[in-house]
């Protein structure tokens, strides 16, 4: 992909992502559903942007076969939808679905054991 196809991408994706929820203009709808939804933006754009760029079914980490021996490995911090919890998703093998602490710190580190299962680009 070209570096304008890129920055063109990310715009596109912005866009979507910081697309008002419908009322927000007014003042008094505004704060009702702030207090309601915890947020301004709609999620279903965004959320349809990321399977429209990415496609639905293509997996994070690339390949839903089992890593090549020497093959770099990779992860990648997320949250759930609602913030509290911390996952590191990633592209080796590791205790499923194990919690961690470190430095007072808790996050779940994640890695389906069914290729099926895979975390898929739209999702991280």
Not at 45 to 68: C, M, R
Not at 98 to 111: D, K, M, T
Request: aromatic residues 12%; contains cysteine; glycine residues 6%.
């Amino acid at each position: 992909m070209s570096v304008n196809k890129c920055i063109q991408t990310f715009e596109d994706l912005v866009g979507a992502a910081f697309k008002l929820r419908r009322f927000q203009n007014y003042g008094g709808l505004r704060e009702i559903q702030l207090f309601f939804r915890n947020s301004a933006y709609e999620s279903t754009s965004f959320e349809n942007a990321l399977k429209q760029t990415f496609t639905p079914d293509k997996v994070l980490f690339g390949s839903e076969e089992p890593p090549l021996p020497g093959r770099l490995k990779v992860a990648v911090t997320a949250t759930s939808s609602s913030g509290e919890k911390a996952y590191l998703l990633s592209n080796y093998n590791t205790n499923h679905h194990s919690a961690s602490h470190r430095n007072g710190l808790e996050y779940i580190r994640y890695r389906s054991r069914l290729p099926a299962h895979e975390v898929k680009v739209w999702e991280a």
